[in-house]
């Protein structure tokens, strides 16, 4: 079993910053992979960001640029800095982890971006 709780989350005006992060319990030695999702109301949820446990990264074409996946190995912690925030990056962020092929889900933290 895998715990993630998720925080930074809020409101902020379109050009902002947020750090999301993510702090992983339980079972940490069995994730594979960690990543972070997004769904805003009406659409399915997306993959934004993933990172590896060897640190291979990717990121969703449109926060490219924009938004950084990390992790601290030390604190078993993910984060997601998002910079240059826009009003279409308004959703609910989950993270995720991949765990001896079962996926693991956090409450989800709103990240709202004024226009």
Request: aromatic share 8%; with cysteine.
């Amino acid at each position: 079993q895998v715990q993630l709780v998720e925080s930074g989350g809020g409101l902020v005006q379109a050009g902002g910053s947020l750090r999301l992060s993510c702090a992983a319990s339980g079972s940490i030695f069995s994730i594979n992979a960690m990543g972070w999702y997004r769904q805003a109301p009406g659409k399915q949820r997306e993959l934004v960001a993933g990172i590896t446990s060897g640190g291979s990264t990717n990121l969703v074409d449109s926060v490219k640029g924009r938004f950084t996946i990390s992790r601290d190995n030390a604190k078993n912690t993910v984060y997601l800095q998002m910079n240059s925030l826009k009003p279409e990056d308004t959703a609910v962020y989950y993270c995720n982890a991949d765990s001896e092929g079962y996926d693991y889900w956090g409450q989800g933290t709103q990240v709202t971006v004024s226009s």
